[in-house]
């Protein structure tokens, strides 16, 4: 028995530092002596792989040359609100025929969705100055493309046009001088007071 003890300490330290649990298992054999038996609980455990984690998306960044993939929890921001007015109106302040037109693609644009400002409503233009002249009979072959284009904007009911009838009357222009589709008002300044205590922003 003493040389059997002997020979389990001689071998104990051969072996490499790790760390084992004894357990006693009988060893069948003629002496019927106990032996240790050596287990080794230095073995890597393997993980079970982590559950998917919901409303997240992957997305990679390159490190050391490889893609990693990083999980990132995405988190919903609500959205930016469009300026946009019910009801507006344009006034031209240099009484040009470009800017009229810039005006009426404005108009156009807004009506389209294709500008920040939205509205289902007629955008009101309302003029006193050269560019009513623009308008007139006699100019239309010099002016067809913005006069046509103003034509079909209120056949569409995107625009409505107002001229000052004030501002005419000091120019001798008739109201018979002016295609049908214009409405003339009183006076400019007037109408454009009144528009915005209905509600209407100017763009």
């Given at each position: 028995m003493r040389t059997t003890h002997l020979l389990l300490s001689s071998l104990l330290c051969c072996l490499p530092l790790v760390t084992f649990s004894v357990q006693a298992e009988t060893v069948a054999d003629s002496d019927n002596v106990f032996l240790p038996v050596l287990i080794d609980e230095t073995a890597p455990v393997e993980e079970a792989d982590a559950p998917g984690v919901s409303l997240e998306e992957t997305i990679y960044s390159e490190s050391q040359g490889e893609a990693t993939a990083i999980p990132v929890v995405t988190t919903t921001e609500p959205a930016a609100v469009a300026t946009a007015a019910s009801r507006m109106m344009g006034k031209?302040?240099?009484?040009?025929?470009d800017e009229l037109?810039?005006?009426?693609?404005?108009?156009?644009?807004?009506?389209?969705?294709?500008?920040?400002?939205?509205?289902t409503d007629p955008i009101a233009l309302v003029l006193n100055g050269e560019e009513i002249d623009l308008f007139k009979r006699e100019n239309y072959r010099q002016n067809k493309a913005l006069v046509d284009l103003a034509a079909r904007l209120e056949a569409f009911n995107i625009v409505d046009i107002k001229v000052c009838k004030y501002w005419m009357y000091q120019r001798g222009i008739d109201t018979r001088d002016l295609p049908p589709f214009v409405q003339t008002v009183p006076e400019a300044e007037q109408e454009v007071k009144r528009l915005q205590k209905a509600g209407y922003v100017q763009f």
């Amino acid at each position: 028995m003493r040389t059997t003890h002997l020979l389990l300490s001689s071998l104990l330290c051969c072996l490499p530092l790790v760390t084992f649990s004894v357990q006693a298992e009988t060893v069948a054999d003629s002496d019927n002596v106990f032996l240790p038996v050596l287990i080794d609980e230095t073995a890597p455990v393997e993980e079970a792989d982590a559950p998917g984690v919901s409303l997240e998306e992957t997305i990679y960044s390159e490190s050391q040359g490889e893609a990693t993939a990083i999980p990132v929890v995405t988190t919903t921001e609500p959205a930016a609100v469009a300026t946009a007015a019910s009801r507006m109106m344009g006034k031209p302040e240099v009484h040009t025929a470009d800017e009229l037109l810039a005006l009426l693609t404005r108009a156009e644009r807004i009506a389209s969705g294709l500008d920040e400002y939205t509205t289902t409503d007629p955008i009101a233009l309302v003029l006193n100055g050269e560019e009513i002249d623009l308008f007139k009979r006699e100019n239309y072959r010099q002016n067809k493309a913005l006069v046509d284009l103003a034509a079909r904007l209120e056949a569409f009911n995107i625009v409505d046009i107002k001229v000052c009838k004030y501002w005419m009357y000091q120019r001798g222009i008739d109201t018979r001088d002016l295609p049908p589709f214009v409405q003339t008002v009183p006076e400019a300044e007037q109408e454009v007071k009144r528009l915005q205590k209905a509600g209407y922003v100017q763009f």
